[in-house]
């Protein structure tokens, strides 16, 4: 995941500039007032059972935090998520959900059945289960008082754990809602996963035609709520040509010389701060040995923005600077044996869009924000969120709890001190009972 | 191994350019003349025992070109000869040499005893069991007509083979020597193996001192007589930042980027063509995931030069540019969690230096070229004989006969149509018998 800060104010601006008028996003249901939706989470946040269940979320920290570290330290690689997937099911159904099951795309869920009809509109909960980090990356928890640092530990394995939280204090205060709630730890959101665990929960999943809303928990500030979609479009490119020894063949077009005009060109391409519009050179390989000039190096580049518009921009100047490395390399060394060549994949197209500032799930998670102490901070990203969003289902992303950083890079850390913790988890709490009433 | 071709001359030239006086070079035996050299090829080639030999190497002719095919679909990386060299350990032994062994480097070898006193001087002829391509490479032997497509199997592994057949010449021939020759496939020559073979013959290997001569059959080219040794300086730099998010960290320090100025600039680099002077940006790889910015990206690069001037110069200018690079990247992007940094590694340095040429190996090997009918080309290459030399050793480079291309890349081929192919091969036979009698 990854969401931006901004006030709400910006953000209206943002979905005028992406057309999304009110009465074009349909399937997100009825407007709601700021008001009313203050009124709705105040009605859950007063009952004795919402009082009770943040009780025993109290007394079950330490076994939260505890979960987090178990599952931080199984491995999650993109597409390698099945030992963690396991062991979460085990949770979900050790904490008395219905219907466990993993689905064939490797989600594991399981159902807190509400007392509406059988088979009726279901508010989803997900975290989840993939880090960005390779196979063999050390994922062992150090921590230090309050600080627990390891790879993925915030991005996103503490809200799986935090689901369960809710799921053993809801029960304990035994808090029934209308809705059904499907708790869902969901594989695929990081890069090469390309959304496809919730992409199978909308489109081929047995819930996909009952999901009323969406939550995804992922990262931890709990006064975030990230209810626009930042589109993004991935490439692997790769660069080839005739290959060589380096002594013999000295003089001969070399394709990395062509993968590095392109790092270089793209890194010096500038982009607009709003709508906020990123890139990176990410992923890079290839080569025979030392002593050769290579035959193929490929690399991977990602592109964002908040706008269709700005991202189309940006991947046409990407386009066309792989082009121009290309005729440069074959202008400038010897074609003799061949020429250099770039084959360019897209192995990632997320769209852009938004859950409009007044649909009910945003008012309400507001509402919660709000009721829990926080401002609000609405903004856009890339999340699991993207695909119902694309779907015209109510979603937003949201954290939980505490606070983190670093994610994506070896040094993630999250402080679990659990004033902090536990106020940030009441957010997601009061939003997910309160959307399961309507 | 690769090696450039030069008329005698400019290799003259040459080695005065190194500083390499006669009397520098220390061990390489009394200078010969050309006409002296002439007189013991002659001496070798007129008696009938070398008639037999030859005679011999015709009719086993498709058997050498089987083994070759053998031996080249045994697939031998760098540092994972092994197998290989179990293969060939058998067929020198099948081959009824003594002293069979694998040493504990890994070079396979036997010996073929001459009339000589037992632990006097050796003549070695080596070739060298490693390719350039990495594991998973498919190196199944193609053939159309005479030519024989696989990668590696001109480089060097069609030599392997051609030793196999001098062997069973020799003996067929009832051929005897003065000197005791070993026959070597030795491990390491190529890029990262750094010469770890014929270093670990020349250093610490049984036969270490009672080296008089060293051929090293690598190659195709039967007029080609490698003396000179060029230098080469070999480095991996691994670019290290503080990696992030792609999107939430943007516009933090890339160690893409550095990467990415070093391969432009370094391919910008112009390098004069005598003495000759090369260099790649071979292999690369890193960074965490597509939507990750990286931590880490390393780069290898190779630089040559028959000059240790150029060589240095070149070098120098390498370390500047990574250097330039890193502080480049820093001032362009943010260093908010953490500059980017290099780490530069070298990984291979060897020497250059030159076999006079009126030692006697060089004389005697391009009078063997002139007696097969062939113009000698003498010239400077990177190969095992870098070692020999290195120490002071008499030693050259010769091809194993037949014609090829395209060393170390995937389209490499050999034709082994006869008449040439044979020719060829009585270069090597010539010049080793002589070199046995001195």
């Not at 203050?38 to 946040?45: G, T």
Request: charged residues 20%; aromatic residues 4%; neutral net charge.
């Amino acid at each position: 995941m990854f969401r931006t800060a901004r006030p709400a104010a910006a953000l209206t601006l943002s979905l005028a500039l992406l057309g999304c008028a009110a009465g074009q996003a349909l399937g997100q249901g009825v407007d709601l007032s700021a008001a009313e939706a203050d009124r709705a989470v105040q009605a859950v946040r007063s009952t004795p059972g919402f009082t009770a269940a943040v009780a025993h979320l109290d007394r079950d920290h330490d076994r939260i935090v505890a979960e987090t570290i178990t599952l931080t330290e199984i491995p999650a690689p993109p597409f390698q998520e099945a030992a963690r997937a396991r062991a979460y099911m085990a949770m979900l159904e050790a904490a008395g959900l219905s219907d466990v099951e993993m689905d064939a795309e490797g989600n594991v869920m399981g159902l807190r059945r509400g007392t509406g009809p059988a088979g009726g509109p279901v508010v989803v909960i997900a975290a989840h289960l993939d880090t960005v980090f390779p196979e063999g990356t050390d994922v062992t928890v150090r921590r230090e008082g309050t600080k627990l640092h390891a790879p993925g530990i915030g991005d996103d394995t503490r809200s799986l754990a935090v689901l369960l939280g809710y799921v053993r204090a809801l029960d304990a205060a035994k808090l029934t809602t209308t809705r059904d709630i499907l708790f869902v730890g969901n594989v695929g959101e990081e890069g090469p996963g390309d959304l496809r665990g919730v992409r199978h929960l909308f489109t081929q999943g047995r819930y996909k035609d009952r999901i009323a809303a969406f939550f995804s928990m992922d990262g931890t500030l709990a006064p975030r709520i990230t209810s626009g979609a930042v589109g993004s479009r991935r490439y692997r490119v790769t660069f080839k040509g005739p290959g060589g020894h380096s002594y013999g063949a000295y003089g001969l077009v070399n394709p990395m010389a062509a993968m590095g005009t392109t790092v270089v060109e793209m890194n010096r391409i500038t982009t607009p701060l709003r709508p906020r519009t990123t890139y990176a050179t990410s992923v890079v390989g290839g080569g025979t040995s030392v002593n050769s000039i290579p035959d193929a190096i490929w690399l991977e580049v990602d592109m964002r923005s908040e706008s269709p518009q700005e991202l189309a921009r940006l991947d046409k100047q990407f386009l066309a600077i792989v082009d121009a490395a290309v005729q440069q390399e074959n202008a400038t060394r010897s074609t003799a044996a061949g020429p250099v060549s770039a084959e360019v994949k897209l192995i990632g197209d997320r769209p852009t869009g938004a859950t409009r500032e007044n649909a009910p799930i945003v008012r309400i998670t507001a509402a919660a924000v709000r009721a829990a102490g926080y401002s609000p901070i609405l903004g856009s990203g890339s999340t699991d969120s993207n695909m119902p969003i694309s779907l015209g289902i109510p979603a937003v992303t949201i954290g939980s709890g505490g606070t983190g950083g670093r994610a994506h890079a070896l040094d993630e850390w999250i402080d679990v001190a659990k004033p902090e913790s536990l106020k940030g988890m009441t957010v997601g709490l009061a939003a997910l009972l309160a959307m399961a009433e309507r």
